[in-house]
């Protein structure tokens, strides 16, 4: 890695822990120069324990991160998070703190820390990442996706956007945290969960129902995908905007089944379950559902009229997303209900006519959409194809306004006092939905300053994601100052 930030220069006592971390050994404290594994209290350079600020070790972390592989294929074999959490329980004993490490199943880990506020007496706040990623297949990309190579100002690699950035941004404060003796405006939770990326069953959905004691007093929570910047053209010029996400749409991971009638591949069979498969799937594919805007859509495209000069008109509508560059994919998704086929199985000859068929859909709705997205999937599969439901979450929904949001544009707006701060709606998901039914409402608060030119949103499950390192220190800044005055 090269030095992340400008002043980091002054922050040479470190040693190097990365490949101890991924191979799994030195678990436990880490140590800095200087340090015994007896002492009470870290030692660092000359400068002193404070003087290591979240913004000189974030990029660090997010390597280092990046190099343990804790890729989640979704059914069990990967390598899980055990590792990742091991580094972060040993980051956080090195500033003197006291993590605690859950495993769902052996290898599903999660980390979890907290920290009293300055006011105890205030509700609390949950902090959250994941520490999984999903799979990457190194042929795809330019670089190793496991190396956290530093190139061209950013640090490569597999979960550098989704989400290890986030998690460095938020270990690095907790540890600037410890070391300054400073605390949190409010008694605040911090997660690193496991299995985000296969809807969360082994992290926050079994915390919340196995050790929901952890959100005692929790009443709001931040997490991933929002609080990035968008360059939004105007008459004035480019003006730069941060999407701070204040909904998520629901999902609904459903199994097509067709049945029917087994054969010799030479027969005419009109009951040939991969045909009836194939009509359900066609019928699926060309519905229009209907589009309807929730409060968060419709704030940020009537903003982004003001601000362009364009209509928000339906007939316009493609104009106006045009103006977000890449994250219009995300907003686009997010103006109806949506299913994708996502995988095909069936047969095992090429002369044999298989008796049934599956085909994975991927459904997101939106708030109180569910039960009619059901109905609607269950005629267009037809009387041949039974629809199963693999994976359910809820869609959810916070106000744009009160005190945690408008702390996020505060901290935002202190960095970037000429941005815009815009609300909107992910068409994907986070832990959020987990925390929601303990009554947490969740916001989506990653903060990155980013260059014009970077085509961000798409590196979410993309090839070659990358993040520039000043966008993570500006991160580290905001998330910290969020922290002390929310």
């Not at 769902?104 to 300055?118: C, F, I, K, W």
């Not at 569910?370 to 194809?385: K, P």
Request: charged share 25%.
């Amino acid at each position: 890695m090269g030095i992340p930030c400008g002043e980091a220069k002054r922050y040479t006592g470190r040693v190097q822990k990365t490949k101890r971390a991924a191979a799994g050994v030195g678990r436990g404290r880490h140590t800095l120069i200087g340090m015994s594994h007896d002492d009470a209290e870290p030692t660092v350079t000359s400068a002193g324990p404070s003087a290591v600020t979240a913004e000189e070790e974030v990029a660090r972390i997010c390597a280092e991160l990046i190099r343990i592989d804790s890729s989640n294929y979704g059914d069990g074999s990967g390598p899980g998070e055990r590792k990742a959490a091991e580094y972060v329980m040993g980051e956080l004993a090195e500033v003197g703190l006291e993590g605690t490490l859950l495993e769902s199943e052996p290898g599903r880990a999660t980390v979890v820390v907290r920290l009293e506020g300055e006011d105890s007496s205030r509700p609390g706040l949950a902090v959250h990442g994941h520490l999984d990623v999903v799979p990457a297949n190194a042929a795809d990309w330019q670089v190793d996706p496991f190396a956290a190579e530093e190139r061209d100002g950013c640090i490569w690699g597999r979960g550098a956007v989704d989400m290890k950035d986030m998690d460095a941004m938020i270990l690095a404060n907790i540890r600037h945290f410890a070391r300054s003796g400073t605390r949190p405006a409010r008694d605040t939770t911090f997660v690193f969960f496991a299995d985000e990326e296969a809807g969360g069953t082994y992290g926050s959905h079994w915390l919340v129902d196995h050790q929901p004691q952890w959100f005692e007093g929790v009443t709001e929570a931040i997490s991933e995908v929002g609080g990035y910047s968008v360059s939004v053209p105007t008459s004035q010029g480019p003006q730069r905007a941060y999407l701070l996400q204040t909904a998520e749409k629901g999902i609904a991971w459903l199994r097509l089944r067709a049945h029917g009638r087994a054969g010799h591949g030479s027969v005419p069979n009109d009951d040939n379950a991969i045909v009836r498969l194939a009509a359900a799937i066609g019928r699926i594919a060309a519905h229009e559902w209907p589009r309807e805007y929730i409060a968060s859509v419709r704030e940020l495209l009537d903003t982004l009229s003001t601000m362009t000069g364009l209509s928000s008109a339906d007939e316009d509508l493609e104009q106006l997303l045009a103006t977000l560059g890449g994250a219009q994919g995300f907003v686009r998704g997010t103006l109806r209900d949506t299913a994708n086929v996502t995988m095909l199985e069936s047969g095992y000859k090429h002369n044999v006519i298989p008796q049934t068929a599956t085909a994975a859909v991927d459904c997101r709705f939106l708030p109180g959409h569910e039960d009619a997205l059901m109905a609607t999937i269950r005629e267009l599969a037809g009387e041949h194809v039974e629809v199963e439901v693999v994976h359910r979450d809820v869609a959810i929904e916070a106000p744009f306004s009160g005190d945690l949001v408008e702390s996020m544009k505060q901290a935002l707006l202190r960095e970037d006092p000429e941005a815009a701060v815009l609300p909107y709606c992910l068409s994907g998901g986070t832990d959020n939905k987990a925390l929601s039914r303990l009554g947490i409402s969740g916001y989506g608060f990653a903060p990155l300053r980013l260059p014009a030119d970077l085509d961000f949103a798409p590196m979410f499950h993309g090839i070659d994601e990358r993040v520039p390192v000043d966008s993570l220190c500006f991160g580290a800044r905001v998330l910290g100052d969020f922290l002390r005055t929310c």
